[in-house]
């Protein structure tokens, strides 16, 4: 089985590398430290993304964009917490620009449409909640 999952995620990877796009969907090891800027890679050319912790109610994910790469907008029916852990990036909410540099974050509203620009490498944290929406008082 081990040698078949292999040619399975090779498959994936080469494909998803094909796009310029390389998603890791395993979660990281819990209970166990993380230097979280070393979660993640660059790729040249693309845009990578791991999954740090993926439940039905949300997950936590790390990102590497390549100077020049970005998201195409988007608009997502959930807030999205943006978190800059090396380098700049612009995102722009609903035609507004942000330029965030490391350590800095911002929530993008849900129904918002949203974009990330690369204008030189960075990474970032990205954490989206898909519960809590009803009324908390």
């Known amino acids: 089985?081990?040698?078949?999952?292999?040619?399975?995620?090779?498959?994936?990877t080469n494909s998803l590398k094909k796009n310029k796009m390389n998603y890791?969907?395993?979660?990281?090891?819990?209970?166990?430290?993380?230097?979280?800027?070393?979660?993640?890679?660059?790729?040249?050319?693309?845009?990578?993304s791991k999954t740090i912790l993926k439940?039905?109610?949300g997950s936590i994910t790390a990102m590497a964009f390549e100077n020049g790469e970005g998201m195409l907008e988007k608009t997502s029916p959930f807030d999205t917490y943006a978190q800059i852990i090396e380098g700049q990036a612009e995102l722009v909410i609903d035609g507004i620009p942000f330029l965030l540099h490391c350590g800095q974050?911002?929530?993008i509203p849900a129904h918002k449409p949203n974009l990330i620009r690369a204008n030189g490498r960075f990474k970032m944290l990205q954490?989206?909640?898909k519960s809590g929406y009803e009324d908390v008082s």
């Open 1 to 12: 089985y081990q040698a078949v999952f292999q040619l399975l995620d090779y498959q994936y």
């Open 127 to 129: 954490t989206v909640i």
């Open 24 to 48: 890791a969907s395993i979660e990281l090891e819990k209970a166990k430290t993380h230097v979280t800027v070393e979660i993640i890679e660059y790729v040249p050319d693309a845009m990578v």
């Open 55 to 57: 439940k039905l109610t």
């Open 105 to 107: 974050s911002i929530i």
